[in-house]
């Protein structure tokens, strides 16, 4: 069962890769701040990782963290997505809430 999941990811992945390209980055991030869909994208694995308590950093936050599991975009596009958020919660928020991020948010660490 595994095996199979696994190669359906890997089939989808290739078919719509070219299409995720264009779906997150900086300006992505801005049209989503500007429409308060506040986002924070996560690359996982097969199955999204959901943390004990994640939901009162999102609710304090006004954000979602969203995971694409096995069918993401190009790692760049998501720091960029990122990297756009990061500053709009700095500059809504100050960088308390960099304290009690999610450590597996794509960008975070440089």
Not at 56 to 67: A, N, P, R, S, T
Request: charged share 20%.
């Amino acid at each position: 069962m595994k095996i199979l999941l696994f190669l359906f990811c890997l089939f989808v992945n290739a078919s719509s890769k070219a299409q995720s390209l264009f779906s997150v980055g900086r300006q992505s991030a801005l049209n989503d701040i500007q429409q308060n869909q506040v986002k924070l994208l996560l690359i996982g694995g097969m199955a999204p990782v959901v943390y004990q308590g994640q939901e009162k950093f999102e609710q304090q936050y006004g954000l979602q963290y969203h995971d694409y599991g096995c069918l993401p975009p190009e790692a760049d596009s998501v720091k960029a997505y990122n990297k756009t958020i990061f500053r709009y919660l700095d500059a809504t928020y100050g960088k308390q809430w960099r304290k009690q991020v999610r450590k597996d948010v794509l960008g975070l660490q440089g």
